[in-house]
């Protein structure tokens, strides 16, 4: 369905009873995302924020997105999956061999329906143009300032209009922007974005850039923006898709050669100069539960703001998961699904994003498996398509499980998997936001092959050894006063993976670690796998031990396997393989970037959102999540030292 604006979506959250209304005072700076990620992390994603009382003259939306029910209410479906049965019966009906004219007059409403969801351009002013700002001050909006050691307030959910100058091909992106002054943002589009190809075009023809940025209107809108889509698919086009009524968009008014949304809160028209010097932008708090650090972006200036009039500034934060972007993240999981399995790799059934993995640390796909070596053909398919090349780590699994069920997932993977020659390693692009990079922007890769494995995949040498579930790691402790936790739960549950704390002291520290542990330890003939984590992460708290896990981890780099004779069969091997996912350091692994911080909110903000929660109208008393995490910090700065 379509919503009317950004007003008619908070009063249908309204009416189903998942929004609530904040009428005290909530400073934008810090207090607005405290409390968001309080309520965020408070089960199924709380409810949708409204925060009326800013010191401003506009309200601020928080959390909209942020549970599997509003994120199907803002696309207007009972489920997300929904959206991917309609998708994959569009493309089983233009893809169908057409053999009669009756065959092809079948079609011709479905091709009616395509033109139904391009976007229309529309004559004179739309209600986002009701209020103009020519002497514009982006200051005078209720900005909001996520975490103590970001680099100021930061637009969070901008809808980022550019065209190719070329072609006038519009993209619609969502890249955070950093204020420096009134009329003055960073614009921080990475290298592999469409954006920044088309900045890199103005750059050769020597020209300003137009860009305008949206802010609210229909929900779709901003979900559209974040979503994979090939570069000459208009976002708004699968916005009217989805909303089932094509997107009405007006030019600008100092930059008539954007369109935008009519029905958006506000807009922020501008300009960025390719010749001019870039501004050193960040840190800022990012999805990846880690700060990202400064780096060189653009320089967007502002020539106009124009709003509608009872505008409401809509805003998200990111963090430790999970947040609101999980569900946004899950939202794409679900729709494209069906593009994957129709275009690129026809034999995957499933797919699944666990939050800990923050999107594209890890990936999950279920296939139908006919032939060997087919898990490996999907890993490679996979990772050459759009966004997903920036995986890091993939776990390919048959029909024999359920992806959604972990546990039983890993009892199948484990089962199935020979640590030596099932556990595939590559490089190539990664997120600029992985941190664990020895090159930003490119590191390693992992594909787990968790499949059952045929005939000509078996492996005689290796002998597959069943642990004790008695196996307490005690004995590690012991023996190595370095490890400080030994998780040997999944043992009891037949998964023979074990999660380490260890607190590194040399070079090669780890690498030793795990073969002095699976050489001289008694009943590690069965682990197939350990997971090592900082000694500050407590290695039995299973989901924040995953994510660092995960953050911290360069597959290839970082891995370590371990083969031996079986101590039981000589004729027969084993193997266990051990993955670093510590901090690396310069001193213990050469390893020359800055490491940042985790994100954690700094006391005075708990302790002020702490004295204020009785006057808030959020119910019962709910503990910064932050606590939780102040153990595991390095310092206070958003850079490790």
């Not at 100058?165 to 002054?181: E, S």
């Not at 592999?192 to 305008?212: C, D, Q, R, W």
């Not at 009872?310 to 999970?322: D, E, F, K, R």
Request: proline content about 6%.
């Amino acid at each position: 369905m379509a919503y009317k604006n950004q007003q008619d979506f908070i009063n249908a959250l309204e009416k189903a009873g998942e929004l609530v209304r904040i009428k005290t005072y909530v400073n934008p700076r810090l207090e607005i995302a405290e409390i968001t990620d309080r309520i965020s992390k408070s089960g199924n994603g709380g409810k949708a924020l409204l925060f009326e009382n800013t010191g401003y003259d506009f309200p601020v939306l928080m959390n909209a997105y942020g549970s599997d029910k509003r994120m199907c209410m803002a696309l207007g479906v009972d489920h997300l999956d929904d959206v991917a049965k309609e998708i994959e019966n569009l493309f089983k009906l233009l893809s169908a061999p057409k053999e009669g004219m009756l065959d092809k007059l079948r079609l011709l409403p479905k091709l009616g329906q395509f033109a139904s969801w391009m976007p229309k351009v529309k004559t004179g002013r739309g209600e986002c143009q009701e209020i103009i700002v020519s002497n514009p001050d982006i200051t005078k909006l209720p900005v909001i300032t996520c975490w103590p050691k970001d680099g100021g307030p930061f637009v969070t959910l901008p809808i980022i209009h550019t065209k190719e100058p070329n072609t006038q091909t519009r993209n619609v992106g969502m890249y955070r922007m950093q204020v420096f002054g009134p009329a003055l943002t960073g614009m921080h589009w990475h290298k592999h974005k469409v954006s920044a190809k088309h900045f890199n075009e103005y750059k050769k023809l020597g020209i300003k850039m137009p860009v305008a940025v949206a802010l609210g209107g229909d929900p779709v809108y901003a979900y559209s923006a974040t979503a994979p889509l090939p570069e000459n698919v208009d976002e708004y086009m699968l916005a009217g898709f989805l909303r089932k009524k094509k997107v009405e968009l007006v030019k600008c008014i100092t930059q008539p050669e954007i369109e935008v949304p009519v029905d958006a809160d506000f807009i922020i028209e501008g300009y960025v100069d390719p010749a001019e010097e870039m501004i050193w932008e960040g840190p800022f708090g990012d999805h990846t539960g880690y700060y990202s650090l400064p780096d060189w972006y653009p320089r967007f200036h502002i020539t106009c703001i124009t709003h509608r009039k009872n505008a409401v500034y809509p805003a998200t934060i990111v963090g430790i998961p999970p947040q609101e972007d999980a569900w946004l993240g899950k939202a794409t999981e679900r729709i494209f699904l069906a593009p994957i399995k129709m275009t690129m790799v026809p034999e995957i059934t499933d797919m699944d994003m666990p939050i800990e993995g923050v999107f594209h640390n890890l990936v999950i796909a279920q296939i139908k498996k006919e032939y060997a070596g087919q898990a490996q053909k999907v890993m490679n398919a996979m990772w050459g398509a759009g966004q997903m090349m920036f995986n890091k780590i993939l776990v390919v699994a048959d029909m024999g499980t359920s992806i959604q069920n972990y546990e039983q997932l890993a009892q199948y993977v484990f089962k199935n998997l020979n640590p030596a020659t099932d556990i595939y390693f590559s490089q190539g692009p990664m997120d600029v936001l992985d941190h664990s990079c020895s090159k930003l922007g490119f590191g390693g890769k992992m594909c787990i092959d968790g499949t059952a494995k045929q005939e000509e995949e078996m492996v005689d040498s290796f002998e597959s050894l069943v642990p004790s579930t008695k196996f307490s790691g005690n004995e590690i402790l012991e023996k190595f006063t370095e490890v400080k936790k030994v998780n040997a739960s999944l043992l009891g549950k037949h998964i023979p993976c074990l999660i380490i704390s260890v607190e590194k002291n040399r070079v090669g520290h780890i690498k030793e670690l795990h073969q002095q542990i699976c050489s001289s330890i008694a009943g590690m003939e069965g682990i197939k796998m350990v997971l090592y984590v900082e000694h500050t992460v407590n290695a039995k708290d299973l989901p924040t031990a995953f994510w660092r896990f995960c953050n911290n981890l360069d597959p290839k780099r970082d891995q370590i396997l371990y083969q031996a004779s079986s101590k039981t069969n000589p004729q027969k091997n084993i193997a266990c393989m051990g993955l670093d996912g510590t901090r690396k350091t310069k001193e213990f692994d050469n390893f020359q970037r800055d490491w940042p911080n985790i994100i954690v909110a700094n006391e005075e903000t708990i302790k002020s959102v702490d004295e204020k929660w009785d006057r808030l109208g959020l119910g019962s008393f709910i503990a910064s999540p932050s606590l939780k995490f102040k153990d595991q910090m390095y310092g206070e700065e958003a850079v490790v030292e």
